[in-house]
């Protein structure tokens, strides 16, 4: 016996119209508790990010070495850094279990928007400003790019993916 014809048994049976009314209300009731909110970029983005990649556009040459895969170079004490955006508007970027350098602090906070109709994410520390051309941001990934001329003056465009952890 289905679903629907088993609360029928339990409903007086007042002909068709109160099935079609039934039927309809049922139906509703099915197509509202399917459906899954959206979620917006700000909620997307909450959460702790660590980064997984780490490529330049052109590659960049470093003491004669062509480098596009910069996350590769990367010392581990850097690879266990990660990002904490918190639904404030604040983030935390905190150096992870190995901190690189002695002098530097465990972690750092400033503020994070969105721009241009979210297609830009800006973090501001202190009196510095980094902003970055959104490319993808969903439940488990973040990827932002920027740009930037090296000491040759060639424009380079990296970009940067993160795991949601």
């Known amino acids: 016996m289905s679903i629907s014809a088993s609360l029928f048994i339990f409903i007086p049976q007042t002909g068709n119209k109160m099935k079609k009314h039934l039927y309809t209300i049922l139906g509703l009731l099915i197509f509202f508790s399917s459906c899954k909110k ?3 970029k700000d909620e997307l983005l909450l959460g702790d ?8 556009d052109p590659p960049q040459v470093v003491n004669g070495v062509v480098i596009t895969d910069w996350y ?3 010392e581990d004490c850097d690879k266990d850094n990660y ?3 918190n639904s404030n508007k604040t983030y935390k970027f905190d150096e992870g279990a190995t901190n690189c ?3 530097d602090p465990q972690n750092i906070s400033g503020n994070w928007q969105f721009l241009n109709n979210e297609t830009e994410l ?5 009196s510095d400003t980094a902003t970055y051309g959104l490319i993808e941001l969903d439940e488990e990934t973040l990827k932002m790019s920027y740009s930037g001329r090296d000491s040759a003056n060639i424009m380079h465009t990296f970009t ?6």
Do not use: G, P, V
């Open 160 to 165: 940067a993916t993160f795991k949601h952890l």
């Open 101 to 103: 350098d002695s002098l």
């Open 122 to 126: 800006r973090l501001i520390y202190q």
């Open 72 to 74: 590769s170079q990367l």
């Open 38 to 40: 959206e979620k917006t």
């Open 83 to 85: 990002y904490t955006f």
């Open 49 to 56: 990010w660590r980064m997984n990649a780490l490529t330049a």
